[in-house]
């Protein structure tokens, strides 16, 4: 065993930190929101197009896209740094979605037409798949494309699509077949926004941010050659995700971020009420927080490591999903506590302990241990599919 | 023993949820986080009329004359409903102390108009300490001649936007400690010198900073003795502390419930997600500590009420039931799916005050401190 990394792989790493202390503005203290206004989409943006020119954002995709062909590890660091640093830019429905789909799956003109616009950052994807009546069950999907000559018309709704409302596209899942088993009858369609008939509707979240819509399809007119995949097939070509890292180093960097915040924090003001010293409850809990991000930090390093070793990791996700989510919940918590009275004043508030950073992401971590795959659903799936368990 | 409600107090309990039911709609709580005022005067006055502002004033002060733990029973349908507006400040803090320890004068001059709804009262102690200590408290009061003149800053002060009058704590005593530096003030909102600004918090609450600049109060409007203002300030701690509970059980149970009509209510894979076990296992843990909430915090609010010695079950009580509401909240969410992670379902006005409540009147760690303390270690 060796928890070394490469001289390289070190040296990619304080090439991203130093670009990314270059290009985030001094005071940044970070807008993971950054969809919700127009100030934070145009940074996005702008950040998107400089990753692309460093060939970041296709870091991991093969030389024959135009990507880099860097190491799982490499890609690992990478999603690390960014993290730490909440830099936005990165489209990650695009990238890292969309992008490994059509190359498995894509037609040579699909892979032409769609391919360059991410690699180059001038598209927005979103991902169109739950829907009202189907959440955890993805495959009860209701949302109906029929096919009219050249075109498949779409009638049904989607929600919680994120994104949908700065999205200049949408990957799809709709049903054709509606006599199939339910698995055996969807279809992916690639879908430009600007279609008529689609209609995007915000849906404000707890925390008060416009992140998330639902998006309705009335009649909309999709030409065949956005079809992904064969017809029927979408749901087995919706599940190729699995080329690029998918070690959920996210999560431990986010978390270490706000320990780091937090602890910097204590020491600027010494001897207040946030100093910690005869506390040893609190201490104790920040302490227990650093101890569980490295957990999960090395939990996700070895995801990595797997897949650079060319093996699937399956029931190792759903581990690192699950704990690392569960933890950055108990992680803002902690700064919730530690932050006291303080810790309820929002971000407008002159008296609001890092800009109400903390506060915020106590209510949006509600949601971490929701979107992309409940709690519940990583550990059917770690008793099922790890643990050889008998399915409910 | 008896743990259950008396006829009169069963009568309350469901009046008070009829009531409610009635004249304070989801909407109007809704309405309220918006509003600057936080509340209607329309269900002040309704309240005032059922007797509840009045409901523990004594009957010749023109209330009820009923226990602070028929108070709590009111609170706990408060709690549910989410009533807005300044009823624990004016209701549960201050016309409890003014009660205790007020003036003849004092009291025939403030408590009639409590209970009839014409004046709204609320406490103010803590500071940009954040504490609910009394080394915290800086904000001092000098004597000049036979008034007062006060200088500092409180800070997290609910309602006092819209405040009548405010019970002001201050320092007296340079060196005095708590047996005899501290000092009630009763503060009208028109005194000169005061700065009220309102602060924006999680619950959408209506607190405020207030600033006072060489504000100058008569020594008739002291509350109890001068130098003895401490023992009111731990009062109000006592008494919101446990009360808090009360109102957050209300909350609680409400929360469980919604879970539970959801999780029967929402297909997934063709059966209802309350059929899965781990959707059971929520609904079970989240019953088991609205269960652990209810009696901890009644057995505070009892001892309390009985004139027993209460601070060990009171501490409990807020530490058990902050962190118990909390989980309930996350785990609603849980069970809920994306649906509950968004503004216009209900279950995120309970989260955000769930925070709040925690908050108040120290917290969990606050309060474990103390239990600590009083094992002895
Ligand atoms: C912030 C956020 C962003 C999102 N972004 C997108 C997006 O861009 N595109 C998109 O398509 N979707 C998106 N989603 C949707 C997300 O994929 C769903 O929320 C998720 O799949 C859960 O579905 P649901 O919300 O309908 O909950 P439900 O499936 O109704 O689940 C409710 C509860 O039941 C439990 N449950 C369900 N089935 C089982 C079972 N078999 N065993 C045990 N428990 C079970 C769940 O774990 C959960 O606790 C997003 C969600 C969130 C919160």
């Known amino acids: 065993m060796d928890f070394k990394f490469s001289t390289e792989e070190e040296t990619f790493q304080n090439d991203v930190n130093g670009f990314l202390k270059q290009e985030l503005p001094s005071d940044w203290t970070g807008e993971t929101a950054y969809a919700s206004s127009d100030d934070g989409w145009n940074f996005n943006l702008k950040m998107k197009k400089k990753l692309a020119e460093k060939g970041w954002l296709t870091l991991g995709w093969p030389k024959e896209y ?220 920040l302490a227990d927080m650093a101890i569980e991000t490295e957990v999960s930090r090395m939990i996700s390093y070895n995801i990595g490591f797997m897949q650079s070793q060319g093996f699937v990791p399956n029931k190792e996700a759903s581990i690192c999903k699950s704990f690392s989510t569960e933890m950055e919940q108990r992680v803002a918590e902690t700064g919730m506590h530690i932050l006291g009275l303080y810790g309820q004043l929002t971000s407008d508030s002159k008296w609001a302990p890092l800009r109400g950073r903390i506060e915020r992401t106590f209510l949006r971590h509600h949601s971490a241990t929701l979107a992309s795959g409940t709690s519940e659903i990583q550990r059917n799936i770690i008793a099922t599919r790890g643990l050889g368990l008998p399915r409910a | 023993m008896d743990l259950g409600f008396d006829e009169v107090q069963m009568l309350l309990k469901n009046s008070a949820r009829e009531v409610l039911e009635q004249e304070c709609p989801i909407t109007l709580v809704r309405a309220m986080e918006e509003d600057e005022r936080g509340f209607t005067s329309e269900l002040w006055q309704n309240m005032a009329e059922l007797g509840w502002l009045g409901l523990s004033i004594p009957e010749q002060y023109g209330g009820q004359g009923m226990s602070f733990f028929d108070l709590a029973i009111l609170l706990e349908e408060t709690g549910r409903f989410l009533v807005p507006g300044p009823f624990f400040s004016t209701v549960v803090l201050s016309s409890s102390i003014l009660t205790e320890y007020g003036t003849e004068s004092q009291k025939s001059e403030i408590l009639p108009k409590i209970a009839n709804g014409d004046l709204i009262a609320t406490v103010a102690i803590t500071e940009p300490s954040a504490t609910y200590e009394s080394n915290g408290i800086q904000l ?186 909390r989980r309930v909240c996350a785990i609603g969410h849980q069970s809920h799916g994306a649906i509950g992670f968004t503004k216009e379902y209900d279950l995120q006005l309970y989260t955000r005050r769930a925070k709040a409540q925690e908050l108040a009147f120290g917290d969990s760690s606050y309060h474990r401190e103390i239990v600590a303390q009083q094992l002895g270690i």
């Open chain 2, 140 to 325: 001092t009061a000098t004597k000049d001649g036979s008034n007062y003149v006060l200088n500092g800053t409180k800070l997290f002060v609910n309602d006092a936007q819209i405040a009548d009058i405010i019970l002001v704590v201050a320092k007296t005593d340079d060196k005095g400690d708590e047996s005899n530096g501290f000092t009630v003030f009763i503060v009208d909102k028109n005194t000169s010198g005061m700065t009220i600004t309102p602060l924006d918090t999680i619950a959408s609450d209506k607190q405020a900073e207030i600033v006072f600049e060489s504000v100058s109060i008569s020594e008739e409007n002291v509350l109890g003795e001068v130098g003895k203002g401490w023992d009111i300030a731990k009062r109000v701690i006592d008494l919101g502390s446990s009360a808090k509970c009360i109102e957050m059980l209300g909350g609680a149970d409400r929360v469980l419930e919604m879970t539970v009509e959801y999780v029967k209510d929402r297909t997934q894979f063709g059966r209802p997600i309350g059929s899965f076990q781990a959707i059971q296992h929520h609904c079970a843990n989240m019953a088991t500590d609205v269960e652990g909430c209810r009696y901890v915090a009644y057995h505070a609010v009892w001892r309390i009420s009985e004139g027993l010695e209460a601070q060990k079950e009171i501490s409990i009580a807020k530490a058990w039931v902050s962190d118990a509401y």
């Open chain 1, 66 to 285: 135009g990507g880099m062909e860097a190491s799982i590890m490499s890609q690992v660091l990478f999603n690390e740094q960014m993290a730490y640093n909440r830099a936005p830019g990165i489209d990650i429905w695009g990238i890292k979605m969309l992008a490994p789909t059509l190359m498995v799956h894509g037609t040579e003109e699909q892979k032409q037409r769609f391919l360059p616009p991410v690699a180059n950052g001038e598209v927005q994807w979103c991902q169109g798949y739950s829907e009202p009546g189907s959440g955890s069950d993805l495959a009860s999907l209701q949302t109906r494309a029929e096919v009219d000559g050249d075109e498949y018309v779409v009638n049904g709704t989607k929600i919680w699509t994120s994104n949908g409302h700065r999205a200049d596209w949408i990957i799809l899942l709709a049903r054709t077949d509606t006599d199939a088993p339910k698995h055996r009858g969807i279809t992916m369609l690639l879908v430009d926004m600007k279609t008529p008939g689609i209609s995007v509707n915000p849906i404000v979240n707890m925390a008060g941010m416009h992140e998330f819509n639902q998006v309705f399809f009335d009649n909309v007119r999709v030409p065949k050659r956005n079809l992904v995949g064969e017809e029927n097939r979408g749901w087995y070509v919706g599940a190729t995700l699995l080329d690029f890292e998918r070690s959920g180093v996210q999560y431990s960097a986010e978390a270490r971020r706000t320990i780091d915040d937090l602890v910097g924090f204590i020491k600027d003001n010494p001897s207040s009420n946030f100093d910690l010293s005869g506390r040893e409850h609190l201490r104790n809990r």
